[in-house]
Nanobody, 121 residues
Framework: QVQLVESGGGLVQAGGSLRLSCAAS????????MGWYRQAPGKARVFVAT?????????VYGASVKGRFTVSRDNAKNTVYLQMNSLKPEDTAIYYC?????????????WGQGTQVTVSS
């Protein structure tokens, strides 16, 4: 049974920082691309960042967070992180961790339950 459990959300003032963690279990973590999406109230879920499974650990960021957020992973701990700096009120959302793998033409993807991030002005 695959589980992704996010932690580290909370309330922070604008300009502050938070680090989200996502602990994965029940899957071969090192073979999955990992990443984050977020969903603000009344809005669609949007892409935040991803880090590839490959040894190079290629990363991609959404335009609104590039330069402020950093995604990383620790395969020994089966955990992916999202360091969020210079937070803005518009970063307020539920942040969801995901795992995704394409193998033999089949996509496996899993999602966490989400963690709330609230940035006050």
């Amino acid at each position: 049974q695959v589980q992704l459990v996010e932690s580290g959300g909370g309330l922070v003032q604008a300009g502050g920082s938070l680090r989200l963690s996502c602990a994965a279990s029940g899957l071969s973590f090192s073979t999955y691309d990992m990443g984050w999406y977020r969903q603000a109230p009344g809005k669609a879920r949007v892409f935040v960042a991803t880090i590839s499974w490959s040894p190079t650990g290629n990363t991609v960021y959404g335009a609104s967070v590039k330069g402020r957020f950093t995604v990383s992973r620790d395969n020994a701990k089966n955990t992916v992180y999202l360091q969020m700096n210079s937070l803005k009120p518009e970063d307020t959302a539920i942040y969801y961790c995901y795992a995704k793998r394409l193998r033999l033409g089949v996509v496996d993807d899993y999602w966490g339950q989400g963690t709330q991030v609230t940035v006050s002005s």
